[in-house]
Nanobody, 120 residues
């Protein structure tokens, strides 16, 4: 099970840190990804990380503003979001899978999502 937290309402230019905590199994060997979905839009890749491979991967829209990290001891992955823009408004989901990928269908486990709203 994956549970996201840390969403909320923030003004443009502000920051939020999302957390995704896993339970029921250890995800240290999995690729962990963050996706988001705005109203009436498809689920969009944001960032992904594969521990032990030294690999992180960001969408162009968040590169330089968002940072993915993980704490395997806590079975938690984070998404630090800085310089937020109104277009970052969405429900943010974390996911776990075998592949470091930007493709939704490559992920096997999903959280329920946390709402991020950025006001202008």
């Amino acid at each position: 099970q994956l549970v996201e937290s840390g969403g909320g309402l923030v003004q443009a230019g502000g920051s939020l840190r999302l957390s995704c905590t896993a339970s029921g199994r250890t995800f240290s060997s999995y690729a962990m990804g963050w996706f988001r979905q705005a109203p009436e839009k498809g689920r969009e890749f944001v960032a992904a990380d594969r521990w032990g491979y030294g690999s992180t991967y960001y969408s162009d829209s968040v590169k330089g503003r968002f940072t993915i990290s993980r704490d395997n001891a806590k079975n938690t992955v984070y998404l630090q979001m800085n310089s937020l823009k109104p277009e970052d408004t969405a429900v943010y989901f974390c996911a776990a899978g075998q592949l470091l990928s930007a493709v939704v269908s490559d992920y096997d486990y999903w959280g329920q999502g946390t709402q991020v709203t950025v006001s202008s």
